[in-house]
């Protein structure tokens, strides 16, 4: 049975109510309108959501996991940042400043993806520890960050680089500052 919308002319499925666009928006027919209280799957509440349904130990589980794995995306960085921070172009030390747009980009996307400013904290801390390590003299006296421009720019500006990502990172709130009941 084929219906029309009145005064549009729109016969069959397009023609009932709550079917429009393909983005589900009046944008055409086609596809039916979200429920009214449908909630996209990267909102907070979903989230919480997600977490809550794997109760228990598990949920431990896979957020020290996500948190380790995390602390070594930050060594990663350090170590490959080590040993590649020092290519210049005439006197600019062209790699350094890359680095310090990436480290502060990977930690600030790693708290937004996590919902807090921990997940900004992990990569960074990783980072940190890494990139300290390479810069202090070995027992052969070898270090990959030396003490030149370059060296500089790496290794201090990314230490604010990743103290900002982790200041900008925005919070779900302090539990200092929560409120709990009525009182």
């Given at each position: 049975?084929?219906?029309?919308?009145?005064?549009?002319?729109?016969?069959?499925?397009?023609?009932?109510?709550?079917?429009?666009?393909?983005?589900?928006?009046?944008?055409?027919?086609?596809?039916?309108?979200?429920?009214?209280?449908?909630?996209?799957?990267?909102?907070?509440?979903?989230?919480?959501e997600a977490a809550?349904?794997?109760?228990?130990?598990?949920?431990?589980?896979?957020?020290?996991?996500?948190?380790?794995?995390?602390?070594?995306?930050?060594?990663?960085?350090?170590?490959?940042?080590?040993?590649?921070?020092?290519?210049?172009?005439?006197?600019l030390p062209v790699?350094?400043?890359?680095?310090?747009?990436?480290?502060?980009a990977v930690p600030?996307?790693?708290?937004?993806?996590?919902?807090?400013?921990?997940?900004?904290?992990?990569?960074?801390?990783?980072?940190?520890?890494?990139?300290?390590?390479?810069?202090?003299?070995?027992?052969?006296?070898?270090?990959?960050?030396?003490?030149?421009?370059?060296?500089?720019?790496?290794?201090?500006?990314?230490?604010?680089?990743?103290?900002?990502?982790?200041?900008?990172?925005?919070?779900?709130?302090?539990?200092?500052?929560?409120?709990?009941?009525?009182?």
């Open positions: 049975m084929t219906e029309e919308a009145p005064g549009h002319g729109i016969t069959g499925d397009a023609a009932r109510p709550g079917f429009s666009g393909p983005a589900g928006d009046g944008a055409g027919p086609g596809f039916p309108d979200p429920a009214p209280d449908a909630v996209a799957p990267w909102a907070p509440s979903g989230r919480e809550d349904s794997l109760g228990g130990p598990l949920a431990g589980a896979v957020t020290g996991a996500t948190y380790g794995v995390l602390f070594l995306l930050g060594v990663v960085l350090g170590v490959v940042g080590g040993f590649e921070h020092s290519w210049y172009a005439g006197d790699a350094a400043v890359g680095w310090l747009v990436i480290l502060f600030y996307a790693m708290g937004r993806l996590t919902g807090g400013k921990l997940g900004a904290l992990v990569p960074a801390a990783g980072w940190l520890v890494s990139s300290f390590v390479l810069a202090t003299p070995q027992a052969a006296g070898d270090l990959a960050i030396a003490g030149d421009p370059s060296g500089f720019c790496y290794l201090y500006g990314g230490a604010v680089a990743v103290a900002l990502a982790v200041v900008a990172t925005r919070s779900a709130g302090s539990w200092l500052l929560r409120r709990y009941g009525n009182a």
